[in-house]
């Protein structure tokens, strides 16, 4: 495609359930990242890929929250247990060079996740 | 610590008019800013960038001035249309550290026919 797609575009879970969020970045994008935006706020990095290699995942906020990229394209962002906090929106950007170089990241439509 | 702020919440100009949005951010070692378009429902749309090395940069009706002796950066947005309505972000970057974006909390711009 064009640009980079997310599914689902929303999804309710009930408190407890766990949730997968895909992204598909960019054809031939190195660098994957998931943010995560709160209402009326601005994204929040969450975790970095290059390629397949997960090279930053300091802004997961627990160990319920889980992303991988196995083979460097497709990215899935995993919530275990949800919890009510973790309603937001979930931004998927991808960038077509590496680390170290100024570019563009590019955003998806990102997944409204509401926990009930 | 790192943060990238902004002055206002929400912005209201009239069509036809320029609009300046205003951004601070805190971290001096940052050297790559962009500013970010996102419409209700729609995720973050690039805008414009500019490099630490410089302080002005011009795309099409917009221009982004940095000034970073203190540390402000803004978006001046050309006659401004109805189809600017949106939440502008500035986000900040250290391409050499991490490559996270740090956002601000945004600004939205409403335009009055």
């Known amino acids: 495609g064009a640009g980079v797609s997310q599914s689902p575009r929303y999804k309710v879970a009930k408190r407890g359930q766990d949730v997968a969020l895909r992204c598909d970045p960019i054809?031939?994008?190195?660098?994957l990242f998931w943010y995560q935006q709160a209402l009326g706020q601005g994204p929040e990095f969450l975790t970095y890929?290059?390629?397949?290699?997960?090279?930053?995942k300091s802004g997961l906020p627990s160990d319920r929250f889980f992303a991988e990229r196995p083979e460097g394209s497709v990215s899935t962002l995993k919530i275990q247990r949800t919890q009510q906090e973790d309603s937001a929106v979930y931004l998927c950007?991808?960038?077509?060079?590496?680390?170290?170089?100024?570019?563009?990241?590019?955003f998806g439509p990102g997944t409204r996740l509401t926990v009930l | 610590g790192e943060s990238v702020g902004l002055h206002l919440p929400t912005l209201s100009v009239q069509e036809g008019d320029n609009s300046i949005i205003n951004c601070a951010y805190s971290?001096?070692?940052?050297?790559?800013f962009i500013w970010y378009k996102q419409e209700s429902g729609k995720g973050p749309q690039f805008i414009i960038d500019?490099?630490?090395?410089?302080d002005k940069r011009q795309g099409q009706r917009v221009t982004v001035l940095l000034n970073k002796t203190v540390k402000h950066l803004s978006l001046q947005i050309a006659a401004t249309q109805p189809g600017d309505s949106a939440v502008y972000f500035c986000?900040?970057?250290?391409?050499?550290?991490?490559?996270?974006?740090?956002f601000g909390q945004g600004t939205r711009l409403t335009i009055n026919p």
């Open positions: 950007a991808s960038s077509f060079r590496a680390s170290g170089i100024y570019n563009e990241q590019f």
């Open positions: 054809s031939g994008h190195v660098s």
């Open positions: 890929f290059q390629n397949e290699a997960q090279l930053d």
């Open positions: 971290n001096s070692a940052s050297d790559y």
């Open positions: 500019i490099r630490s090395n410089m």
């Open positions: 986000a900040e970057n250290n391409p050499q550290g991490a490559q996270k974006l740090v």
